[in-house]
C-alpha cells in the first residue's frame, strides 16, 4: 500500500521560503512520476508541479521561476522548494503518486 506523509508547511510572511517534504513508502519510488499539488479555500485543487522518475519537471505558469520541484531517491522523498512567496499562495499542498493522495500540509503566506 502506498502511503504519501507530507511535511514542510507553516506561516510565512510575503516574500519567504518553505521546503515540502513528501515521503513515500509502499512503492517503487525511483521510476515514479510525483506531483505537487493545492488547494485553496474555495478553488479547486490545481498541479503545481511535477517530476518524472527521470527527473524530467513541470510546473504550473503561477510558481515557475519560484517554486522547484526535486527528488531524492535514495530517501524516497520529493520536495518543493517555494521562494517569493506571496499570499495566493496559501493552500493545502498535497503530494500525489498515481491515484494516491497524502493528507495535505497546509502554507499560510501572510503578513
Known amino acids: ?9 507553516g506561516l510565512v510572511q510575503p ?3 518553505l521546503r515540502l517534504s513528501c515521503a513515500a513508502s509502499g512503492t517503487i519510488f ?3 512520476t510525483m506531483g505537487w499539488y493545492r488547494q485553496a479555500p474555495g478553488k479547486q485543487r490545481e498541479l503545481v508541479a511535477t517530476i518524472t522518475g527521470g527527473g524530467s519537471t513541470n510546473y504550473a505558469d503561477s510558481v515557475k521561476g ?15 522548494q517555494m521562494n517569493s512567496l506571496k499570499p ?9 503518486k498515481g491515484s494516491q493522495w497524502g493528507q495535505g500540509t497546509q502554507v499560510t503566506v501572510s503578513s
Open 1 to 9: 500500500q502506498v502511503q504519501l506523509v507530507e511535511s514542510g508547511g
Open 15 to 17: 516574500g519567504g521560503s
Open 30 to 32: 525511483s521510476i515514479s
Open 66 to 80: 519560484r517554486f522547484t520541484i526535486s527528488r531524492d531517491n535514495a530517501k524516497n522523498t520529493v520536495y518543493l
Open 88 to 96: 495566493e499562495d496559501t493552500a493545502v499542498y498535497y503530494c500525489k
